[in-house]
């Protein structure tokens, strides 16, 4: 009985040794089904378990626990610092210099009529723009206050209504520097030109009716626009600002001549008005003879006109109002140094700009020109 006894138990041992009943494995080892014993641990997931295992980032720290050195400035700033505080108090002083305003004149003379518009101000450094007045006879001994700094002073022309745009800013003065009180005399830009408008050289033919109310010269500097009507053209004067200035005529050539709209002194031949001057203004003219010969399917109908630079100018003139009428022409055309017309088909004078045919350029011109248009 002995003998038996020592048998189970040694096949006790060896059971439990290798994990049968419960498949206890021992520290380190675990039970594998597919291979009916204990394996040794790994950290190596198995064929069937995810292998994907995605980390949470690393947590963000509460704004209490930023550090104050984020939120300040860097160690090289020199400038001034404004920190606010719960329940605390600001204050502000504000530096700003009285200005007095001196005499007004125009040009160096007094001239109280011609007092109008507005006077600006422009900081040198900051380069901020605005109004400081509205200028009158009335503003000498008025006052205003400035902040410290170096100034350009700028006049406006006066708007014919308020809300129209701000005229083009001519200088008055540059470089002032305001440092205390002081008085600043003003001394508007403008200038008196005069002169006569002539053409080819000679007096500028008599107009009547309605030709001689439709013809002007026209001054043009930006956002300034002058007239001087036809009946001004023997001896003109007008006060203007200071800048460069196209001329431009519109209206009649001769009495009984159709509309003309031309340039007459621009780009390299425009006016530049520094100083009270002369102007005289002449306008060269010639006369072109041609024919619109048409190629192709007969016309009965369109416009043969000439424009300087389409589609931004009015058209100059109409050479034939009716193809389909006649194909001849002769027209007189400004033609001074410089200019060059677009010769351009219409079917109907309003559809100028949109719709057009341009079909050659003259730019040549001499006293007896000659040209013939080809439409095809």
């Known amino acids: 009985m002995v003998r038996y006894g020592l048998v189970i138990g040694v096949l006790f041992l060896l059971l439990v040794a290798c994990g049968?009943?419960?498949h206890r494995c021992p520290e380190g080892y675990h039970w594998d089904d597919t291979t009916g014993q204990c394996e040794i641990d790994t950290n190596i997931p198995d064929e069937g378990e995810d292998r994907d295992i995605v980390k949470d980032d690393d947590p963000i720290p509460d704004e209490e626990s930023i550090e104050e050195d984020t939120i300040l400035p860097d160690d090289d700033y020199t400038g001034?610092?404004?920190?606010?505080?719960?329940?605390?108090?600001?204050?502000?002083?504000?530096?700003?210099?009285?200005?007095t305003f001196g005499p007004i004149t125009v040009g160096g003379v007094s001239n109280d009529g011609l007092v109008t518009g507005e006077l600006w101000a422009q900081d040198e450094t900051t380069k901020s723009e605005f109004k400081v007045a509205t200028l009158s006879p009335t503003l000498t001994g008025k006052t205003v206050h400035l902040a410290p700094g170096t100034y350009s002073f700028f006049y406006r022309g006066p708007k014919a209504h308020p809300d129209d745009p701000d005229h083009t800013a001519v200088v008055m003065a540059q470089h002032v520097a305001v440092a205390g009180t002081m008085t600043l005399p003003l001394d508007l830009p403008l200038v008196t030109v005069s002169g006569s408008v002539t053409k080819n050289g000679a007096a500028f033919p008599s107009l009547t009716g309605d030709a001689a109310a439709q013809t002007k010269i026209i001054l043009q500097s930006g956002s300034y626009s002058f007239e001087i009507p036809y009946s001004d053209f023997a001896n003109f004067s007008i006060s203007i600002p200071k800048g460069t200035y196209t001329v431009t005529f519109v209206g009649h050539l001769s009495d009984g001549?159709?509309?003309?709209?031309?340039?007459v002194l621009f780009g390299n031949t425009a006016l530049?008005?520094?100083?009270?001057?002369?102007i005289p203004i002449d306008i060269t003219t010639i006369t072109?003879?041609?024919?619109?010969?048409?190629?192709?399917?007969?016309l009965s109908s369109?416009?043969?006109?000439?424009v300087k630079d389409p589609p931004l100018e009015p058209i100059s003139a109409v050479l034939i109002g009716n193809i389909g009428a006649t194909q001849n022409y002769a027209a007189e055309i400004i033609a001074?140094?410089?200019?060059?017309?677009?010769v351009v088909y219409l079917a109907n004078l309003s559809d100028y700009p949109?719709?057009?045919?341009?079909?050659?350029?003259w730019s040549e011109f001499s006293a007896a020109t000659t040209g013939s248009v080809v439409l095809d």
């Open 354 to 361: 949109y719709s057009m045919i341009r079909l050659t350029q």
């Open 257 to 263: 001549a159709p509309a003309f709209y031309g340039k």
């Open 302 to 306: 369109g416009i043969l006109a000439i």
């Open 336 to 342: 001074n140094e410089g200019i060059t017309y677009t």
């Open 288 to 298: 072109l003879n041609g024919t619109a010969s048409v190629e192709g399917v007969p």
């Open 20 to 22: 049968g009943g419960g």
């Open 272 to 278: 530049a008005v520094d100083s009270a001057t002369s």
């Open 80 to 99: 001034p610092c404004l920190f606010a505080q719960t329940d605390g108090t600001v204050t502000f002083d504000v530096v700003l210099h009285t200005v």
